[in-house]
């Protein structure tokens, strides 16, 4: 199966590198998907969007991501996150109470994009 290089980047840590067979993720512009062979692109990643990568080992790895960008080269997919976190890191309880009771806006939807990436990585 066809392979690129990609790593996961935000500002507090470096979350992944390796190689994957596809990257999804939530920008601007809508969901993209990225396979080995796309044509080079720069996307605005969405405030709280999911970020999802398929490893070449075959493991799902998915993140709540807050901001950024997404750069595809020809050998190479870069996702530079302001801050992510993996889904398996994510307490699902604390996250349902911050939505209950988030005091603004921006809380909220950073629970929420928590709780969707925590959905995503349970989806076949």
Known sequence: ????????????????SGTATSITA?????????????????????????????????EKKVASVKGGFLSVAPDKVTILADSAVWADEV??????????GA????????????LRAVKRLQEK
């Open 26 to 58: 939530q920008t601007t512009e809508g969901e993209i998907g990225v396979l080995p062979g796309h044509e080079p692109l720069l996307g605005q990643l969405v405030e709280n969007g999911v970020v999802v990568i398929r490893t070449s080992e075959g």
């Open 103 to 114: 005091e603004n806006e921006h809380e909220k939807a950073q629970a929420e994009s928590e």
């Open 1 to 16: 199966m066809a392979e690129i290089a990609a790593q996961l980047v935000a500002v507090e840590r470096a979350l992944w």
């Open 91 to 100: 307490d699902s309880a604390d996250a349902e109470s911050r939505v209950q």
